[in-house]
């Protein structure tokens, strides 16, 4: 039973992320059309610290409602408004560091880009109990009919406002709007509503669970943007676009393809966390499904980045291809990181959590101060370094806690890396050697990497397309045999 509406949460999970990143990368291309990479440059700035502002109003709260077993009203409840305290606690801060944050960058445009931004932070204090108590149902289809409506509405007006000139402000409507309107679809769609009760006991248990994830979280945002916060300061806002807009650019693949698995099963593989043999089987799924489709999209997007800007961008973007180029080879180790803390999150480790993420900054922060001196390609280079370090002591303790070793994770990656390392190869020297139109290039070869892919994961009987063509093809019997 639990396999079955796993599969089915995945499905509906693919299916959101597929409608709402897609609905994000059409936006994005047509942005890039009407703004400069200046614009990009001002909205990197000011990220990271909306990041950790809404860090701290989730203070691990989501993740602490969907691993409650057998939760009540009052917990909920007692969530919900500890959500919304925080959320106001962090956006007053926010408000009050917004022209230290200006004179950091030396960009007063800030202050007031900052503080209406940062009103998301209050919106999305609304939603969070709400996309928990769906989480905890693998109800990812009411999910995709929050999100798309709000990502369409948001994005027309987004490309609108660019179009007519506003600049940044049409990336800050955007997101603000965007918040908005997923939060009033949730409470339309989502019956649950708050109680009057609040039970301190509730909160403690959930601040005992919470704030280590919490303290790590912030942690992992200023490192996962500490990276543009450099650049910005070091170079320009220019400079500090085109780093971004690559990253958004790689961020949407790994988004659509690893955030639709895993959210589905984190809330599902956290009921079997008193079976150790179960959740490592679990796992080991997960891991082999993931990279199955994640180390393709990645190294077909770095071999095709050329055709890819060429056919899609202006000529101001093309400075980023190298960017993106990087940013997908290191980047591929992302859903091994992501299930080998999930593992922890689960098993209710999170003061290892907290442990490791302090451990990863300070390698991060020892391999940037080293890294920054050779420009921006140095700092992407350095990240894939640090990348590899973590994960040694990531992988480590999910061989202590569910016996999920080294050797059997990298046993069940390498079969899928080897052939998406085989088909982008190939892509990217027939790319290289082909005098063609870009577009046509860009068609042919895209299409002829995924269809050989496809072909050498049947021929070579890997595990993954094996599990996942079994799994759907299940389903899609089923159904014919119910018309």
């Known amino acids: 039973m639990l396999k079955e509406k796993t599969v089915v949460g995945v499905v509906w999970s693919f299916c959101e992320q597929l409608l709402r990143r897609g609905i994000s990368i059409l936006v994005t291309l047509l942005l890039a059309r ?47 408004y500890a959500n919304i305290v925080l959320g106001i606690i962090a956006y007053i ?42 989480s905890r149902d693998l109800n990812f289809k009411l999910q995709m009919k929050a999100n798309v409506p709000a990502g369409v509405v948001s994005g027309v007006v987004a490309v609108l406002m660019a179009y007519t000139g506003f600049g940044v402000w049409s990336l800050i409507v955007q997101t603000v709007l965007n918040a908005l309107l997923v939060v009033l679809v949730y409470w339309w769609i989502q019956p649950w509503r708050p109680s009057k009760s609040f039970d301190l006991s509730y909160l403690a248990e959930m601040y005992s669970f919470g ?133 922890l ?39 894939g370094v640090q990348s590899v370090i973590s994960y040694i002591p990531n992988s480590y303790f999910a061989k202590q806690l569910i016996n999920y070793s080294v050797k059997e994770q990298l046993t069940d990656v390498m079969p899928s890396l080897g052939v998406a390392v085989i088909v982008s190869s190939m892509v990217f020297l027939l790319s290289e050697v082909l005098s063609i139109s870009p577009i046509i290039k860009l068609l042919t070869l895209g299409s002829l990497s995924v269809a050989t892919y496809i072909i050498l994961a049947k021929v070579l009987r890997l595990d993954a397309y094996q599990f996942a063509e079994s799994m759907f093809l299940k389903r899609f019997l089923r159904r014919s045999r119910a018309v």
Not at 117 to 130: D, T
Request: glycine share 4%; hydrophobic share 55%.
């Open 93 to 134: 801060l926010l408000y009050i560091a917004s022209p230290f944050i200006a004179d950091f960058y030396d960009e007063p445009r800030l202050t007031l880009l900052i503080r209406v931004a940062g009103s998301v932070v209050i919106i999305n204090s609304f939603q969070v109990i709400q996309v928990a108590l769906l």
């Open 345 to 383: 999150k689960v098993k209710d480790r999170t003061d290892l959590y907290l442990g490791l993420e302090v451990f990863k900054k300070i390698t991060l922060f020892s391999i940037l101060f080293i890294s920054y001196r050779y420009g921006v390609i140095g700092i992407l280079i350095g990240s």
């Open 211 to 343: 704030y280590k994830l919490f303290l790590s979280g912030v942690l992992n945002t200023i490192s996962r943007n500490i990276y543009v916060l450099v650049i910005a300061k070091l170079f320009s806002a220019s400079v500090a676009g085109l780093y971004f807009f690559a990253d958004k650019i790689k961020g949407l693949v790994i988004s659509q393809l690893a955030s639709s698995i895993q959210a589905v099963t984190y809330p599902a593989l956290s009921t079997l966390q008193d079976d150790d043999q179960k959740l490592k089987e679990g796992f080991r799924k997960v891991m082999r499904v993931t990279t199955f489709l994640l180390f393709p999209a990645m190294l077909i997007l770095a071999s095709l980045a050329q055709p890819l800007f060429e056919v899609v961008f202006p000529d101001r973007w093309i400075p980023a291809i190298p960017y993106l180029q990087i940013m997908c080879i290191t980047g591929m180790l992302y859903p091994m990181h992501s299930i080998n803390l999930s593992i």
């Open 34 to 80: 009407f703004l400069v990479p200046e614009d990009f440059g001002l909205l990197a700035m000011m990220t990271v610290f909306i990041a950790i502002a809404t860090a701290l109003m989730d203070s691990g709260i989501k993740q602490a409602v969907i691993r409650k077993l057998n939760p009540d009203d009052a917990y909920f409840s007692t969530a919900f």
